[in-house]
């Protein structure tokens, strides 16, 4: 590492103390320094970590630039995920079948990719929240980043059926050949899903809230048992809830859990130790972030 590339990250320099961050491109709204902070109280494992804008242009260097001032950890979030596969030596066998990395750790040789999304989802519908999904009929929208991680598994879980739907309909039909599961997983046209039945789970990995248009769903979607689940928190899961909940739907979540669990999931990897993660969320849901179902 040359004293001009550390130069350009001032906030890198050399520390006693081992350093984790989180990286994407906008940054300031990520909830992880606070996440990560309050695992380090918990636990007693001493740590910086601090949210960092970086492009995906800028990544490989940041990574080196950050590995050289102390950094063993870093969280990846948009749009660096596919981004990042590209930065490590070595990848997770779920971090390949997604196709993006959210979790590094560095190494002798480099820095190791994981993808814990699939992981925290899972954790959290079955653990947290105790949701029974085996024998579900399941609707997932998007395949992006997020759907890449939760789909394999999704499609591990026991769910019936599993479609799969995005917008653009070639990164779904990819997304379905690499689980390779055609007995139970396929994709539909996002223009039919007026036609294609009921769901008794439907989770929303789409970024469609974070538009001024929102999402708009047929109620015909929604069966009578059907968990809504939306990858996003805050406001940006409000639309998808609020159509959730006039369809019908018996149960609506957001993924303030999932990001907790996802966390917890890259705090062991890193550490070693599984934090306790009711804590965390109740602690995010004081702080104002409540669940937009559109009252
Ligand atoms: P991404 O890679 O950018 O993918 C975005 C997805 O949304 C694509 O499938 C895209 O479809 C679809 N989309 C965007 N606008 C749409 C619209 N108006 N109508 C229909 N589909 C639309 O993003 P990502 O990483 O997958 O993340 C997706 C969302 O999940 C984000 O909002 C993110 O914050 C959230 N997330 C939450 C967690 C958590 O821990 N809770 C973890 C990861 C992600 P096209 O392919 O057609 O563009």
Redesign the pocket.
């Known amino acids: 590492m040359t004293a001009n590339k550390l130069s350009r990250y001032p906030e890198f320099h050399m520390s006693n103390t081992a350093r984790f961050a989180v990286f994407g491109h906008p940054i300031e709204h990520s909830q992880s320094p606070f996440i990560h902070g309050q695992f380090s109280k918990q636990t007693g494992i001493a740590l910086s970590y601090s949210a960092i804008d970086v492009t995906p242009e800028a990544l490989p260097t940041a990574l080196e630039a950050f590995a050289a001032g102390g950094g063993r950890g870093v969280n990846i979030t948009?749009?660096l995920?596919e981004a990042a596969m590209a930065c490590c030596v070595d990848m997770s066998s779920r971090a390949r079948l997604a196709g993006a990395v959210n979790t590094l750790t560095w190494s002798s040789s480099g820095w190791m990719g994981d993808n814990t999304?699939g992981s925290?989802f899972m954790r959290d519908i079955s653990d947290r929240v105790r949701e029974h999904i085996r024998g579900r009929r399941a609707l997932l929208?998007?395949?992006?980043?997020?759907?890449h991680?939760v789909a394999p598994a999704l499609a591990d879980s026991g769910v019936e059926e599993l479609i799969i739907v995005?917008?653009?309909p070639e990164?779904a039909d990819k997304l379905v050949d690499a689980i390779g599961d055609p007995a139970h997983v396929h994709t539909r046209y996002?223009e039919a899903l007026g036609d294609i039945g009921s769901f008794d789970l439907i989770i929303n990995?789409?970024?469609?809230?974070?538009?001024d248009?929102g999402?708009k769903l047929p109620f015909s979607l929604a069966g009578q048992r059907c968990i809504a689940y939306d990858?996003?928190?805050g406001e940006?899961a409000g639309s998808f809830l609020a159509w959730a909940k006039a369809a019908g739907a018996a149960h609506l979540y957001d993924?303030?859990g999932?990001?907790v669990e996802?966390a917890a999931d890259a705090f062991e990897i890193w550490h070693g130790v599984r934090p306790d993660t009711d804590a965390v969320y109740d602690a995010l849901r004081e702080r104002g972030h409540s669940l937009h179902t559109g009252d």
């Open positions: 948009l749009p995920k999304d925290g929208l998007g395949a992006g980043g997020a759907a991680g995005n917008r653009t990164r996002w990995a789409t970024s469609a809230g974070r538009d248009a999402i990858l996003n928190y940006a993924g303030l999932m990001l996802q």
